[in-house]
C-alpha cells in the first residue's frame, strides 16, 4: 500500500462482522435514545404551550361566566318594572334552572354507556372471530 492510500484507509474496514454488528447494536440504541430525548424535548415544550393556551381558555370562560351573571341581573331588572322584584328573579332564576336542567339531561344522555362504546371496533371484532371460528372449522 502506497502512503497515499495509507492515509485514505478506514481501520474499520478491516474489522471482522461481529464486530460491525457490535457497533450496528450500539449506534442503533444511542439514535434511538437520541430520538427519546428528542420527543421529549419537544413534548415538554408543547405541553408548556397547551398549558398557556388552557389557562387562557380558562380565563376566558370564567369572564363569559361573569357576563352571563350580569345579563341575568339585567333580566331581572328589566323585569322587575313589570312584576314585584323578588318575583322577577324567581322568574329569571327558574328560566335559567330550566333550561340548564335540560342541557344538563342531554349531556347525561350523551354519556350513556352505550355511547360511549366503540361500535365500529366491535363489530370488526365479532366479524374477526366469526372468520376465526370458520377457519378453524375447516
Do not use: C, R, T
Given at each position: 500500500m502506497s502512503a497515499a492510500e495509507d492515509r485514505y484507509h478506514d481501520p474499520r474496514q478491516d474489522r471482522p462482522i461481529a464486530g460491525l454488528f457490535a457497533d450496528l447494536a450500539r449506534e442503533t440504541t444511542n439514535l434511538a435514545r437520541t430520538e427519546i430525548e428528542l420527543a421529549k424535548a419537544e413534548l415538554t415544550?408543547?405541553?408548556g404551550?397547551?398549558?398557556g393556551g388552557v389557562a387562557y381558555v380558562a380565563a376566558g370562560g370564567l369572564i363569559a361566566f361573569a357576563g352571563v351573571l350580569v345579563l341575568l341581573a339585567a333580566a331581572v331588572l328589566a323585569?322587575?318594572?313589570?312584576?314585584?322584584?323578588?318575583?322577577?328573579?324567581?322568574?329569571v332564576g327558574v328560566v335559567v334552572l330550566a333550561i340548564g336542567g335540560v342541557l344538563a339531561m342531554m349531556g347525561k344522555s350523551?354519556?350513556?354507556?352505550?355511547n360511549l362504546q366503540p361500535q365500529r371496533t366491535m363489530e370488526t371484532l365479532r366479524d374477526d372471530k366469526r372468520w376465526a371460528q370458520s377457519q378453524l372449522s375447516r
Open positions: 415544550e408543547k405541553a404551550q397547551a398549558a323585569l322587575s318594572n313589570v312584576v314585584a322584584p323578588w318575583l322577577a328573579a324567581v322568574i350523551k354519556l350513556s354507556p352505550q
